[in-house]
């Protein structure tokens, strides 16, 4: 069975500013890369697909999602301190979106088995009602919700972001649907993601939350993986994984405070990708969110997606 990419020019036109470290670069070095190796043909590419605000709306509320969109049209501005947004940036926002509904699609139709969505802006610290980090939409969480409306029983989210993906945790914080994991840089930006966020109600024990110190090592996250993650995963035993791939916990990271070595990145797409054999049919995405050292990020993503390849 076949992986699939997306990666596209429209997100390179999502306009941060001069001395924003979430930059069209970012994409450029990932591409480059993949070229010098001869990667890309090695894909099927997806077709572009737009999320429609009907599907955006399976997360985030209606006036929201008009905002960035007046906010776009009128050339520039800000959803928080940190999240500019250009002219074009709700077009790249609904095809980040977008792309995850087209590989669900596809994963159903058995013609993909996994993907790799190289988007952005990127998603997990968008909220329902409020874009922040560096995000408008959160394209996993609607990727998510997507898939629940088209028959999935249980999903689940790997989010191994150096940041928590608060946006992700808050939309199923409360149902046992969508088990969330994740595993981060802690205490740190955005500030949540303690221990003992677990969830509530339906979906108490269906979050789980793995917070490193500052300096953290491969050996300490091969520990929290091999102790704590993947017990947790073979448990639920997920229909369909899906990865918040950041690559800012790399020791090379100016914005993360982690020491993971690329390998890493290779590991925990190992790990996953087996265990999707077993309890998913090999049904895997993932979403790339940070990753801010250009060199690092465009060699992790490699390695990540080398191991997709399969
Ligand atoms: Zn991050």
Redesign the pocket.
């Known amino acids: 069975m076949k992986t699939a990419i997306f990666i596209d020019d429209l997100f390179l036109k999502h306009d941060t500013g001069s001395y924003h470290p979430e930059t069209p670069e970012r994409l450029k070095a990932i591409q480059e890369y993949f070229e010098k190796k001869n990667l890309l043909n090695q894909f099927v590419l997806l077709p572009k697909r737009f999320a429609k605000k009907s599907e955006i709306e399976l997360v985030h509320n209606g006036p929201y999602i008009d905002f960035v969109e007046q906010l776009c049209k009128k050339g520039s501005g800000y959803l928080d301190g940190d999240t500019p947004v250009s002219k074009d940036s709700c077009e790249a926002a609904k095809l980040a979106a977008g792309c995850g509904l087209e590989a669900i699609d596809q994963i159903l139709e058995q013609k993909i088995e996994r993907a790799i969505l190289l988007v952005r802006p990127?998603g997990?610290h968008s909220l329902k009602g409020r874009g922040m980090?560096f995000c408008l939409f959160n394209n996993i969480a609607i990727a998510a919700r997507y898939a629940l409306q088209k028959g999935f029983k249980k999903i689940a989210i790997v989010d191994w972001?150096?940041?928590h993906g608060n946006g992700t945790q808050d939309e199923f914080y409360r149902e046992k649907e969508v088990l969330f994991i994740s595993i981060h840089q802690f205490p740190f930006y955005p500030g949540t993601g303690a221990i003992d966020e677990i969830g509530e109600g339906e979906g108490l024990g269906y979050t789980l939350n793995v917070p490193m110190p500052r300096g953290s090592t491969d050996a300490d996250y091969k520990k929290a993986f091999e102790n704590r993650i993947l017990p947790k995963l073979i448990e639920y035993e997920p229909e369909l994984i899906l990865i918040s791939a950041?690559f800012?916990a790399h020791k090379l990271d100016p914005?993360?405070g982690q020491e993971l070595t690329t390998g890493m990145f290779e590991w925990m797409t190992e790990k996953l990708l087996n265990l999707s054999k077993d309890c998913s049919k090999g049904r895997m995405i993932s979403f790339l969110?940070?990753?801010y050292s250009l060199p690092a990020l465009a060699e992790s993503v490699a390695v990540h997606s080398e191991v997709m390849l399969d």
């Open positions: 990127p997990h980090g972001d150096v940041h950041g800012d914005l993360g969110e940070g990753g």
